[in-house]
């Protein structure tokens, strides 16, 4: 080593405090700046230290080997600034020091304070998705807590299906909307308006009415993602909607119990079938004899919708015997949640599994049913242990194919005028942000392109979909399902209209005053109770079916000009519009018309004809000479409408087997009238299967 | 490099970081597009959940202010009522996030009476001004809707626990003898239970903790409220097993079909009234009473957003909503229990149980009933309900005053079911847990 290059080896040590004082002030600053916008100083302190510390020694030790022009240089600039620049910088510094001192003790004095107010973030799902909605929502709102203070809650709540979303949507989340000269006294929403939408599929988006994107938003370059249709949009331009991407995806699957896993299940054979149609062809030769397939209620579930299609093309013959076939009268739920609810109530009463029937439900739902997670909404179907001897008798065992198609879940922000706010939007943008390093995939998803996720050891927090296959074997879940899209909602919604026998139904809510008293079930008075069923009804028909609504009173006459009096009509969005805002307007007033009298007054048409009665029951002194008027029931006015098949549904006090309605139904006929109880379960969940019934 | 200069460079070091800070913390970022509601209307419109009084009368109330006009001729401003649900969760939800955002989409909020410390610290509301006669609410009632001095609500309907027996039955004297006799209680995971434990607490060496305003130490949580509940637990394991799977409803259908005691609010009443194997003809075959201990002052008040764009109006309306005539349709035909001592006959010198005076819902609207029809509750049945809940209303404590009331009763319900559970919750960290969340602090026993 030569004189010169000692002496220069000398001037970058000589110059190293000056930079370590420059480093420790740049550590200050920037650990300051990171404290400002993020948080955990000293953490920030110390790893910014070490990296500029390096990057600076680096540094001058790289002078060694630079020419020797550009190293003078470098040295002589270091010497005549570096002072000026080291007192800048530890004025800085100290500054640095200083501000953070005082956040510090900011900080340390907010820590003693209450909390603010977290900011309430409205989520609103499918009712399937709820139980990993609601898991990954509590998780995103532990993490963003700071010194144990939330800053947002989350609200999760499940969505009644594509239908009434439809009419939600265009509405302002109301179930109706009022037609009439006269205000509303009175309007129900669909629950809390929702600031961010998960449906269950990109389809399902698709299908709801939006309005043309705000001119602010305009102005951002096309921000907001939403603009289609414009179609049936509202006329006050409300809500936005912003898709931001998938959360994961979901193949829907045909299931079957143990027994006929047990005959059907090939190790061998390929996990994901050609066609439902080869499926349904394996499930045959295995001796597997099915009666139906279990699938929800169209109209109510977006899953069951979009698995319509490829069942209708699975079996031969038309449309017709299809819809009948994946139709079963004895398991009508209104989604799947409601349906693996009911396995799971059923199978905790120590009953057998149905022979002979399939269920058709998204892999995510099957998944969380498996492994005993808790099911929608339905607070009598927790969390159960899946290795009950009871529970395990019910286990799902799923089937894949690849025209089956795969559920994509996007998330939606939804802005409604008034509530949009910079923090609200960048609360959903966090819990956006925090899905994508969260991904559901923890929460019995698979991605985006149908891939698995795996389990990570020790991590007992989250459930991938490996805790179902070590119940149902490894190789009946494939590692990776090709995504297939849905078909479009009111295509399918078309095709099931047309595949289904048609309903004319003719609605009658007693409202008499003694439906003011209290209801049996779920609280609140008859009237309401009876009401909110009928509008769960009318919102579940279609535009092929019929409907028309009649209040009965003494003082409201069936025939008359009363509120709640709509003529028979097709169900339109507007005619059913105007049936569910009449019922929702209805009062209780005046005494029991006598049954047989209110039954004459129905407006009935020709041909096959339902009508639905809804009723708190009748004292028999209402109902003088009861068995004459049953014997003209059972002529003259059978004789008059030879189609018309009556459904009372009682609210309660009275039961089927009290009269007057005992004698009504007998006088129909088996086959020509029913009685149906109200039940605590959902109004959704009764008015589709009474309408099941119906078709 | 001389002194000065060295100052110099020092200085204006430090004042680059002053600056930039100051820039950091102060300059607003991106300019979010919002989307403003149009606030000039007229209309009111009244958020609450749905309408669960009998013959809808909330809804008939709204309708009757759309009807009448004011003493002066003019019109009302029309009203709408919004039921947002049937979940207080949810309506708590809804009501909140609207209010949060800066809305004028509401004009008159219906909130639970645990709600007013949130939302008036929140700055949701608009101090009441203008109603009248407000030493006719029962005082109880109308302090949960006061805050920091201010009132910001007042009562709509009141709630106390009742204890309902069946005929033949005499009701135990004390609220350990209530809980051993394995009466029907509501300890299934909601509202209910944190409601339930409360009393248990307030009844079993914990009274006045976790009530009100008083703030109870770490060290009352420890030795006497955690106590009092695995006192509870022990029966919820034993005699009250059955009610860990019930809330009010489930209760009533318990109570209905052989339960012989319940603890239940007073809309209970008229429930079981209307249940035909509860009657003996024109005969209750079940009693109600005020229990020997204190119990849960709950209810809904009513208040004005402070976001209305018509908080002249609003308040006319709360007003209306609240006055006697009012209340006296709510309790008789609605079987809400009423906020003003007036809709109970009662005044100023004659507020005991026994100058109760009521009349049934048809001689209040003159309605005719039908043929074989009578009013659900008689003018004996509805005096007794309502000096049992006057008696009541006297031992009733209100639940703690917190803005954090949603953590409060969330880690509490958590704490209480692990305690029923067994799961080995220490005292301390009950006490911890407990303490923290009612300063909105997450935490879990």
């Not at chain 1, 405090?17 to 600053?29: E, G, K």
């Not at chain 1, 047309?498 to 609140?524: F, I, Q, T």
């Not at chain 1, 009649?550 to 003082?555: E, F, L, R, T």
Request: some cysteine; aromatic content about 6%.
């Amino acid at each position: 080593m030569t004189q010169r290059e000692n002496g220069d080896s000398d001037g970058w040590v000589r110059e190293l405090p000056h930079v370590l004082v420059i480093d420790l002030a740049s550590t200050l600053l920037i650990s300051l700046g990171v404290t400002l916008l993020h948080h955990g100083f000293w953490l920030n302190a110390a790893v910014t230290l070490v990296v500029i510390a390096a990057l600076t020694t680096g540094f001058l030790y790289s002078l060694r080997h630079l020419p020797d022009t550009v190293r003078g240089r470098t040295t002589r600039a270091l010497r005549r600034s570096g002072p000026g620049v080291m007192w800048a910088m530890t004025g800085a510094g100290a500054m640095g020091l200083i501000l953070l001192v005082a956040i510090g003790v900011h900080r340390l004095h907010a820590s003693t304070r209450p909390c603010g107010q977290p900011l309430e973030l409205r989520v609103l799902t499918t009712p399937e998705t709820l139980t990993p909605l609601r898991a990954a929502a509590a998780e995103f709102v532990n993490d963003g807590a700071s010194g144990g203070c939330r800053r947002y809650g989350v609200s999760v709540v499940p969505e009644t299906g594509p239908v009434p979303l439809y009419d939600g949507f265009g509405r302002l989340w109301r179930r109706s909307a009022s037609t009439d000269a006269r205000q509303a006294d009175d309007e129900r929403l669909f629950g809390p308006q929702p600031d961010i939408w998960i449906p269950s599929s990109t389809a399902e988006y698709a299908f709801v009415p939006k309005s043309p994107e705000p001119a602010g938003a305009a102005a951002e370059g096309g921000a907001f993602g939403s603009r289609g249709g414009g179609a049936g949009a509202p006329g006050r331009g409300d809500p936005y909607f912003r898709p931001r991407g998938s959360l994961g995806s979901s193949p829907l699957v045909l299931a079957l119990f143990a027994k006929a896993n047990q005959a059907v299940a090939n190790p061998v054979a390929a996990p994901v079938q050609p066609s439902t149609a080869a499926l349904l062809r394996r499930v045959h030769d295995a001796g597997v004899r099915l009666k139906g397939i279990a699938r929800p209620v169209p109209e109510t579930s977006a899953a069951a919708l979009a698995v319509t299609p490829a069942l209708y093309g699975a079996r031969p013959g038309g449309d017709e015997s299809d819809e009948r076939f994946v139709s079963p009268a004895s398991l009508v739920s209104p989604d799947a949640a409601s349906l693996l609810c009911r396995f799971r109530k059923e199978a905790s009463q120590g009953a057998e599994p149905p022979d002979g029937f399939a269920v058709a439900v998204p892999e995510q739902a099957l998944h969380d049913y498996d492994v005993g997670r808790p099911l929608g909404d339905d607070r009598r179907c927790g969390a159960v242990d899946p290795n009950d001897r009871s529970i395990a008798a019910w286990r799902l065992y799923p089937y894949y194919s690849r025209d089956l198609p795969t559920l994509d879940y996007p998330f939606v922000q939804v802005r409604w005028r008034g509530q949009d706010t910079p923090a609200r939007n960048a609360a959903v943008t966090a819990f956006r942000r925090w899905l994508d390093r969260v991904p559901l995939t923890s929460q019995g998803f698979r991605d985006a392109s149908g891939v698995r996720a795996s389990a990570d050891e020790g991590d007992s927090e989250h459930v991938t979909l490996s805790r179902l296959s070590g119940l149902v074997g490894e190789h009946a879940l494939p590692y990776s399902v090709s995504p297939v899209p849905p078909e479009g909602v009111q295509e399918t919604l078309d095709r099931v209209a047309a595949a289904r026998p048609r309903v004319s139904a003719s609605l009658m809510l007693d409202v008499s005053d003694s439906m003011g008293a209290a209801a049996r079930v779920r609280g609140g008075a008859r009237l309401a109770r009876g009401a909110s069923f009928l509008q769960s009804l009318v919102a579940q028909l279609q535009v092929g079916d019929r409907v028309g609504s009649q209040v009965s009173s003494s003082a409201a006459s069936p025939a008359g000009e009363a509120f709640g009096n709509v003529p028979p009509d097709a169900a339109s969005p507007e005619q059913k519009n105007l049936i569910i805002g009449r019922l929702q307007a209805v009062a209780s007033a005046g005494a029991d018309r006598p049954l047989i009298d209110a039954i004459a007054a129905a407006d009935l048409g020709s041909g096959r004809q339902d009508l639905v009665l809804v009723t708190d029951g009748q004292v028999p002194a209402t109902n003088p000479d009861l068995a004459g008027r049953a014997r003209w029931l059972a002529g003259e006015f059978r004789g008059r409408h030879p189609g018309l098949r009556l459904t009372v549904v009682l609210t309660g006090p009275a039961g089927c087997g009290a009269s007057p309605v005992r004698e009504i139904v007998s006088a129909l006929g088996p086959g020509g009238a029913r009685c149906v109880p109200l039940t605590a379960a959902p109004e959704e969940e009764q008015a589709a299967e009474i309408l099941a019934g119906l078709r | 490099m001389s002194a000065r200069t060295a100052m110099a460079c020092s200085a204006g070091g430090a004042a680059a970081v002053l600056a930039v800070t100051l820039a950091v913390l102060l300059v607003p970022g991106h300019r979010y597009p919002a989307m403003k509601a149009d606030c000039d209307r007229r209309e009111l419109v009244i958020a609450g959940g749905t309408d669960v009084s009998l013959k809808n009368q909330r809804r008939a109330l709204v309708r009757q202010w759309n009807e009448i006009p004011y003493p002066d001729g003019r019109p009302h401003p029309h009203a709408t009522l919004v039921e947002v649900s049937d979940s207080a969760d949810l309506q708590h939800s809804q009501i909140k996030a609207v209010a949060e955002s800066g809305s004028c989409a509401y004009d008159v909020l219906i909130m639970d009476n645990t709600w007013t410390a949130q939302f008036a610290d929140g700055g949701y509301l608009r101090p009441l001004k203008g109603i009248r006669d407000l030493g006719d609410f029962f005082p109880a009632a109308l302090r949960t809707g006061r805050r920091n001095g201010e009132q910001y609500a007042v009562p709509f309907n009141v709630d106390v626990g009742l204890l309902y027996y069946q005929d033949g039955v005499v009701p135990p004297s004390t609220w350990t003898g209530l809980l051993d006799s394995g009466a029907a209680l509501q300890l299934a995971d909601y509202e209910g239970l944190t409601v339930n434990a409360l009393e248990a607490v307030w009844n079993d060496g914990g009274d006045g903790l976790l009530s009100g305003d008083r703030r109870p130490s770490r060290e009352e949580l420890r030795t006497e409220v955690y106590p009092a509940l695995e006192r509870l637990g022990a029966r919820a394991r034993g005699p009250l097993a059955p009610s860990r799977q019930e809330r009010e409803l489930e209760s009533i259908e318990a109570f209905a079909f052989g339960n012989r005691l319940m603890r239940n609010w007073p809309y209970a009443f008229p429930a079981l009234a209307s249940e035909p194997r509860m009657r003996d003809g024109t005969r209750l075959r079940f009693g109600v009473t005020a229990p020997r201990a204190h119990t849960v002052l709950g209810g809904q008040n009513l208040a004005v957003a402070r976001r209305s764009p018509n908080p002249d109006a609003a308040t006319d309306l709360v007003g209306f909503l609240t006055e006697t005539r009012g209340q006296q349709l709510l309790f008789s035909c609605g079987g809400f229990a009423p906020a003003r001592s007036s809709a109970l006959g009662l005044s100023p010198g004659r507020g005991a149980p026994g100058d109760v005076k009521v009349q049934p819902c048809s001689a209040l609207t003159g309605q005719d009933l039908g043929r074989g029809e009578a009013d659900t509750l008689g003018q004996a049945e509805l005096t007794r309900l309502g000096q049992a809940f006057v008696t009541a209303l006297g031992r009733a404590r209100p639940r703690p005053v917190t803005a954090h009331y949603g953590t409060f009763t969330g880690t509490f319900r958590g704490c209480v079911q692990k305690i029923f559970d067994g799961a080995g919750t220490g005292a301390g960290a009950f006490a911890e847990a407990v303490d923290r969340s009612l300063d909105g602090r997450t935490a879990s026993c």
